[in-house]
């Protein structure tokens, strides 16, 4: 398949340097690396998909462009749009001209992200009570310093859509109604500290930050019959997925660990998963619409002051 990369900053450097051979050439208004500087100076018989590497502002009119004539998608996450019916335009328009529209969203790949979804989907745990996570990294500078992010909400369309996506992948699309519980703006114009809430089942903790000098994730799920934990990611490893398995009446609960030291593998993965899906026209808009809906309710009530 051949690819161009649309945005040549960080991310669009490592999509680059993931697809390798399949990329004939580079879109920036900006970077003079870029071969070009506009989609429509591409000659479209060059390609037949894009990765799409942009700010969030620009992602829907390039997307358009793109689906509308035919060629297949990748767009860094969030797809984010004022209300849901943008992103179903998309949708249609994707499903019309039989092309592949997916927003990425890497952590999927993490190797124990899908152990704790196989783990779910088992029914091994009974009812799930609770899930916690927890993702920070340090950027809150490189933020604060950028003419474009630190704006609106600040972490939560950034690491946010990150954790409800996870939320989707574990545990379906829930009609939960999701509250903000806490969003400061400690050293940004943006919040950089958020925690959401959810009732359950299962009850839900979302906690992210820009201000986490050492990158870290977490996750704690507490269940029926047991528990299960990851502790960081593999790209910040070492990553550990540790399973405890309950004891009644109490006691010591048996404990399973698995603990990967290795480079972050999702950034390959997702694009062998991305070329597969082109192969169908499959998109996953329906998965933008809810993560999407979820983040403009809680934005909402974040810079109104309030909660909904």
């Known amino acids: 398949m051949r690819v161009i990369i649309a945005g040549l900053g960080i991310q669009g450097k490592k999509r680059l340097a993931v697809a390798g051979a399949d990329a004939v050439a580079t879109v920036d208004p900006v970077n003079a690396e870029a071969d070009y500087k506009s989609l429509a100076d591409v000659p479209l018989g060059d390609y037949d998909a894009a990765l799409v590497c942009t700010p969030d502002e620009a992602k829907i009119e390039l997307l358009t462009y793109l ?178 398995q309950r004891k009644l009446p109490s006691g010591r609960p048996d404990e399973e660990a698995v603990t990967l030291v290795q480079a972050d593998p999702t950034w390959a993965a997702e694009y062998e998963h991305f070329k597969r899906l082109c192969g169908s026209g499959e998109s996953n808009i329906e998965n933008d619409l809810w993560i999407n809906q979820r983040l403009n309710e809680l934005t909402a009530a974040s810079l109104a002051g309030g909660r909904p």
């Open 67 to 244: 689906l509308g004539r035919g060629k297949h998608a990748l767009v860094e996450k969030p797809l984010l749009a004022p209300d849901n019916a943008a992103l179903e335009r998309l949708a249609a328009l994707a499903r019309q001209r039989r092309a592949t529209c997916y927003t990425a969203y890497n952590h999927r790949f993490e190797p124990h992200f899908v152990r704790m979804r196989a783990l779910l989907q088992s029914g091994e745990l009974g009812r799930v009570y609770r899930c916690r996570m927890f993702y920070g990294n340090g950027t809150a500078a490189d933020v604060r310093n950028s003419p474009w992010r630190d704006k609106g909400a600040g972490v939560l369309p950034d690491l946010g859509s990150h954790l409800l996506d996870t939320v989707l992948f574990w545990f379906g699309r829930l009609d939960h109604r999701f509250r903000v519980i806490s969003c400061h703006r400690f050293e940004n114009a943006a919040f950089d500290y958020f925690v959401v809430g959810a009732e359950g089942p299962p009850v839900l903790e979302l906690d992210m930050t820009l201000l986490s000098w050492r990158n870290h994730f977490t996750c704690d799920l507490f269940a029926e019959r047991g528990a299960a934990h990851i502790e960081s990611l593999c790209k910040w490893g070492p990553s550990t997925f540790t399973r405890r």
